[in-house]
């Protein structure tokens, strides 16, 4: 079984800075996912990558497979930004999930 | 399109009771997943369908926990008799495929067993 580490746990930050969460996991994986749960609870997928770097606005997410490790960078964050966000790795066709980072983002 | 859709969006039972709680993936996917989410242990993949079959039940807990695809439309997640320990949040998502696509999560169902 895929152990799957983020850090921080949470993350408190003022608006317009740049932030950085990082997943590690312990077994070769086929894809890692980045997931964004609102306060309300929906899950919306952000992010699928097996190599290098992907970016979609304001979000940017890198994998090091040698390493790895994934990052989820945000720039000029906002306070809309205030989510929890779940690294998810794939292998075979299981997804198993980190805890999560809770990032609050404050005007 | 609408979405995963899930109901009922908030439940709350009697231990013993049966809980049955409802998907409808999005039309043209084929891979179907159930999760659980509790503050203990996060998100846990309890079982997946792929083309209505069930391929992987393992993390479905107990005997208790029971799910069924009738059809590529239609998935139900059963607890009989529930116990409070299963109150939690239950997610269902779908995907074109099983692997190589993301997941399209529904809005989940809040379960409370008293």
């Known amino acids: 079984k895929n152990e799957v580490e983020q850090s921080p746990q949470n993350l408190t930050a003022q608006e317009g800075e740049f932030i950085t969460i990082n997943c590690s996991y312990s077994v070769g994986i086929s894809a890692l996912h980045w997931l964004q749960q609102h306060p309300g609870g929906g899950i919306v997928s952000l992010f699928m990558?097996?190599?290098g770097k992907k970016k979609h606005g304001r979000l940017i997410a890198t994998i090091n497979i040698q390493e790895k490790h994934s990052s989820l960078h945000i720039t000029a964050s906002h306070p809309r930004d205030s989510a929890v966000y779940i690294c998810a790795v794939r292998l075979g066709d299981q997804l198993t999930f980190g805890s999560g980072t809770q990032l609050t983002v404050l005007p | 399109d609408a979405g995963v859709i899930q109901s009922p969006r908030h439940e709350v039972t009697e231990m013993g009771q049966e809980v049955t709680l409802r998907c409808k993936p999005i039309s043209g996917h084929n891979s179907l997943f159930w999760y659980r989410q509790t503050m203990m242990r996060g998100l846990e993949l309890l079982i997946y369908?792929?083309?209505?079959?069930?391929?992987?039940d393992s993390g479905m807990p107990e005997d208790r926990f029971s799910a069924k695809m009738p059809n590529a439309s239609f998935s139900t997640l059963k607890i009989q008799p529930s116990e409070p320990r299963d109150s939690a949040v239950y997610f269902c998502?779908?995907?074109?495929?099983?692997?190589?696509?993301?997941?399209?999560f529904g809005p989940g169902t809040r379960l409370t067993v008293l």
């Open positions: 998502a779908s995907s074109p495929s099983t692997s190589g696509t993301s997941q399209y």
């Open positions: 369908f792929n083309n209505n079959v069930p391929i992987d």
């Open positions: 990558l097996s190599s």
